[in-house]
């Protein structure tokens, strides 16, 4: 597939694409797009960074314009990721489209939001928390919505929005279309999509078990006193911007505090900031008005800023999957970048979990190995590394939810 020519696309789309300097679908367009115009229901495992948004937004954009009537939903994780999703759309719809949107997110004002929704959009994207609260209001039906998304649909039930969702969808009628991606099909994905989508179109593209190629990954064993300093070492070691995760709000706000105190220009994002000062630290570190963002996994997933060139994993994700996104959040679109993980031995299961996902069943690089920890002969009993990962998915979604 060489150009968007042959998706035979509205010709404002068309002009907003070449405006977007978007030439050549990526993968995941080129395999949803052709289905998904078709009214075909989607169920996509891609990683961010492939153009996923697109692949659901250009058929959404497509089907507002080719139709007077009907409405679009968008169900996003994040209060980022649906604001990503919203700039991606306005920008599809172009300037002067006639197509009214709402923006439904928690943490805003409920009158701002009523006052989109009097508007009668045709857009409507959110988390499923606030769009759950306008339709228990009574500000908001759903007759006539016949396009609905649900991005980062794992990620969404990780944060206990399932019941949510089903109250949302229960809204919408049956004869819709829908596109649901997930970043992990996980069993929990897979029932729930036997239960939203008909038939759908089954897109993959790359593993999601493995983080994008052009990420040169490396690992640090320190001891806990030495992970300060040795995080001040590597910040100064490196250049350009960098993404420093913590596991708690807490420890984000104090360690960017920290670096701070040492002079870095630094800034610190998590759950608990209000909606506008999370936007502010966005906005400021894509402008590059400070170098180092510390975050919790809030933003592990799905934040695209291209100028980020190095991840640093200052505490381990909870989740090893979580592992994945975050470093995703480096060489994105084609860029190159680097990650480094900061590895206390308390945290050796963890990493190993990680390792586990990365490369299943092979020997562990870690001093595991050498305590005898993997028994290759004795199929039956599991390796410490499965046992590790088996207990942080027990406990990963109530903590996470509650850290992040
Ligand atoms: P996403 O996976 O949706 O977060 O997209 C990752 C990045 O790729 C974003 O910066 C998009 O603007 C960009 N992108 C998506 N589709 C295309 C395309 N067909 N051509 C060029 N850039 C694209």
């Not at 993959?204 to 078990?209: C, L």
């Not at 994008?212 to 690992?219: M, R, S």
């Not at 590895?343 to 020997?363: C, F, H, S, T, Y």
Request: hydrophobic share 35%; proline share 5%.
């Amino acid at each position: 597939m060489k150009n968007f020519d042959s998706f035979d696309l509205h010709p404002a789309l068309v002009d907003s694409l070449r405006r977007m300097n978007y030439a050549a679908p990526t993968p995941v367009q080129a395999q949803a797009i052709p289905p998904a115009l078709q009214g075909r229901d989607i169920m996509g495992s891609a990683q961010t960074g492939t153009g996923k948004t697109a692949a659901f937004a250009i058929p959404l954009v497509q089907t507002l314009l080719s139709n007077s009537r009907g409405s679009a939903l968008v169900l996003t994780p994040t209060r980022e990721l649906g604001k990503q999703i919203m700039d991606i759309m306005t920008q599809l719809l172009g300037k002067g489209t006639p197509i009214k949107t709402a923006f439904l997110i928690g943490g805003e004002s409920m009158g701002g939001q009523l006052k989109q929704l009097r508007n009668r959009p045709r857009l409507i994207v959110g988390t499923p928390g606030r769009i759950n609260d306008h339709l228990e209001r009574g500000n908001l039906r759903l007759r006539d919505t016949s396009f609905l998304v649900l991005d980062e649909a794992d990620r969404m039930l990780d944060m206990g929005f399932s019941v949510q969702i089903d109250r949302i969808v229960k809204c919408i009628t049956c004869s819709r279309q829908t596109l649901m991606f997930s970043a992990t099909l996980p069993r929990k994905i897979i029932q729930m999509s036997e239960r939203y989508l008909d038939n759908p179109e089954r897109i993959s593209v790359g593993s999601t078990t493995s983080p994008v190629k052009d990420i040169q990954q490396e690992v640090m064993k320190v001891s806990q006193d030495q992970k300060y300093p040795a995080l001040l070492e590597q910040i100064g070691a490196r250049q350009g911007s960098i993404i420093v995760f913590s596991k708690t709000k807490y420890g984000t706000e104090k360690l960017a505090k920290k670096l701070s105190r040492e002079g870095h220009a630094v800034e610190a994002i998590h759950g608990d900031l209000r909606q506008n000062r999370r936007e502010r630290v966005i906005r400021e570190f894509r402008d590059k008005k400070y170098r180092i963002l510390v975050a919790t996994d809030i933003v592990a997933r799905g934040l695209d800023i291209p100028h980020i060139e190095h991840v640093i994993n200052y505490d381990l994700p909870q989740c090893p999957e979580d592992y994945i996104h975050r470093i995703g959040r480096t060489a994105r679109a084609g860029a190159k970048g680097a990650s480094l993980c900061l590895i206390v031995p308390q945290d050796m299961g963890k990493w190993r979990a990680i390792e586990e996902l990365l490369n299943p069943g092979r020997k562990p690089s870690s001093s595991a190995a050498a305590r005898g920890d993997r028994r290759p002969g004795k199929r039956k009993k599991k390796s410490k590394a499965q046992r590790g990962k088996q207990r942080f998915h027990r406990s990963s979604s109530a903590q996470q939810a509650a850290a992040i």
